[in-house]
């Protein structure tokens, strides 16, 4: 075992240790559905999230929780882990919709921001056409500001 400035080190991964008491400390108390389908604790989840975090992004990841406390009937181990992996697949699935939104949002911003350059920078050639003077100027000036600010 190698030990780390703040997670331990074994068979190539870093463990990150989490102790309670009871299970339950685990999970959201609201909620009412199945250990498997519920929602972690929000301490838990920042403890974990904020853990990871300080770890080397290509180091292996693994959780050891320690419950010392645990009432009859005692929680399987199984039942823990699936529901860590279903919340954080769970918040995964969230951000990627979330990040896809995001992306699609800033292409429409972009084609909308184009075509509004495109169309005052034409509006500005089109001017060329108008009588010298001042107002062409204005509008000319005018229109360029407008497509770049636009």
Do not use: C
Request: glycine share 6%; charged share 30%.
């Amino acid at each position: 075992m190698t030990t780390g400035a703040r997670y331990r080190v074994e068979d190539g991964r870093s463990w990150i240790d989490i102790r309670v008491a009871q299970s339950r400390q685990l999970f959201d108390g609201r909620d009412p559905a199945p250990f498997r389908e519920r929602d972690l604790d929000d301490d838990a989840v920042e403890y974990l999230v904020a853990a990871a975090e300080e770890i080397p992004r290509k180091q292996r990841l693994a959780i050891a929780v320690t419950i010392w406390d645990e009432p009859a009937p005692r929680m399987a181990a199984d039942s823990i882990v699936e529901a860590v992996h279903s919340h954080f697949r769970h918040a995964h699935e969230q951000i990627q919709r979330r990040l896809r939104e995001h992306l699609r949002r800033g292409q429409i911003s972009l084609a909308v921001g184009l075509t509004m350059l495109v169309v005052f920078l034409a509006l500005a050639r089109f001017t060329r056409s108008l009588p010298s003077g001042a107002v062409r100027e204005i509008l000319r000036e005018g229109f360029v500001i407008t497509g770049w600010v636009g």
